[in-house]
């Protein structure tokens, strides 16, 4: 063999070689990514169990603002103060149609005029009828007077003259008392009319009074301070948010404000889980629409009944929860998501369900680099972390996935880790820990 061909040999070997070198580095290295596992650490600290529920903003304490029952139906709202502005005691809301209202008040004013009309024309009628009658009753004294001294003159004139005269003073004194009763009676009538004449002006009165009231109050206002929040109403095309010409029923609610110095979170707990609910744990919540901050709370309410979710068996117990402290960005109708505190563990090994694996009947954890078990004894679990109570200690490292087992055989023959609780829908609840 010649030089030539000896070193032609030697290159090809060389370049089998190195391809040898190539592959078996790609394999290695592909198999080193195959069974690469997740590591997470062992955490000691509190340990609070919750249980996790949506919920909706509500203030404390709210006014709604109705439909007046003294006004007529039928009444067209032609004004109305936007949704969502925060107003004061007093300030405007709602404002009807008044134009019939108004008609009311001018009927019920001229009613009133000519009310007082009559009544000034029955006093002057009165007055001058009486000034008439005693005037004849000043007659008829006179003349009753006058008819008596001349009886008393005839005291020694013939019985016929005196007894003439005794006739005259009967009749002087009969008319002088048919004066004073024809008086006394007249009185009587004038009295009882103006009586009805006061009457009629009182009347009146009231009936304007009962108008201008009754326009006033198709001005709507704010009876305290607080959010302007419309209310739905039924109209031609359905239900919806009450808007500038509907004409609602009366005493129907129209706007509600409510008081946004207090709020509270509206939310219902599954049967199942309210019995470990009580008045006064604490409370997490977060808001959709404002990510940071967490704003904290307590339950204040429980209801006694439960009720059954729409189009669902699952029942469910509402609860109240009072929000600590004032936002003024805490808006009513807000969502958000509570997490009840109802258990604590001061001072708990813990550590992701994800580390904690059931294998041939033993709870056991996989070290970070090791592919020999530890076994370990568990306490309590949720959606998330286990109480570790025996086996490791915080602060080590522990595999999040079975080591012995390379990634293709991850959920078949593998061992598999201790189960999550059954999350819950939103609407639900669930149950969570944190530490």
């Not at 060389?14 to 580095?25: F, H, K, S, T, Y």
């Not at 006179?142 to 005259?168: C, G, P, V, W």
């Amino acid at each position: 063999m010649s030089f030539r061909e000896i070193l032609r040999n030697r290159r090809m070997l060389a370049i089998i070689g190195a391809a040898a070198v190539v592959l078996v580095l790609v394999v290695w290295n592909a198999g080193s990514s195959s069974t690469e596992v997740a590591t997470s650490e062992v955490q000691q600290g509190e340990f609070l169990v919750t249980i996790k529920v949506k919920g909706e903003l509500k203030a404390l304490n709210s006014r709604s603002v109705s439909v007046p029952r003294s006004i007529s139906s039928n009444i067209q709202i032609i004004r109305l103060a936007p949704e969502g502005n925060i107003v004061k005691a007093d300030d405007f809301l709602v404002q009807f149609d008044p134009t019939q209202a108004q008609q009311k008040v001018d009927e019920k004013k001229n009613a009133l005029d000519n009310a007082l009309a009559e009544r000034e024309s029955q006093k002057v009628s009165i007055a001058s009828n009486l000034a008439q009658l005693e005037s004849s009753l000043l007659t008829q004294r006179y003349s009753h007077e006058q008819a008596r001294l001349r009886f008393e003159q005839m005291k020694f004139e013939a019985d016929a003259k005196r007894r003439e005269q005794e006739i005259n003073l009967r009749k002087a004194e009969l008319a002088l008392k048919q004066a004073e009763e024809k008086i006394a009676s007249q009185k009587k009538i004038d009295e009882a009319n103006l009586h009805k004449a006061n009457l009629q002006v009182e009347r009146a009165r009231l009936e304007l009074t009962e108008a201008e009231r009754e326009y006033e109050s198709l001005t709507l206002k704010a009876p305290i301070d607080g959010l302007v929040v419309h209310k739905e109403i039924w109209g031609p095309s359905g239900i919806a948010k009450v808007k500038v010409g509907d004409t609602p029923w009366r005493g129907q609610e129209l706007v509600e404000i409510p008081d946004l110095s207090v709020m509270q979170v509206k939310t219902s707990v599954n049967e199942v889980d309210v019995s470990r609910v009580s008045k006064g744990q604490q409370v997490k919540i977060k808001l959709d629409a404002l990510p940071e901050p967490t704003f904290y709370g307590t339950v204040s309410q429980i209801a006694t009944l439960a009720s059954r979710k729409r189009n669902s068996n699952v029942k469910e117990f509402e609860v109240m929860v009072l929000v600590d402290g004032g936002d003024p960005r805490l808006k009513p109708g807000m969502s958000a998501a509570v997490e009840i505190v109802t258990d604590r563990i001061p001072d708990a090994v813990y550590t992701s369900l994800e580390s904690v694996f059931e294998k041939e009947g033993k709870t056991v954890m996989y070290p970070a680099g090791s592919t020999t078990a530890k076994v370990v004894e568990v306490g309590v679990k949720n959606s998330d972390f286990i109480v570790i109570t025996s086996g490791v200690k915080a602060g080590e490292k522990v595999c999040m996935r079975d080591p012995t087992l390379p990634l293709e055989q991850i959920g078949n023959e593998a061992p598999k880790p201790i189960k999550k609780e059954r999350k819950k829908s939103d609407d639900e609840g669930g149950f969570m820990i944190i530490g």
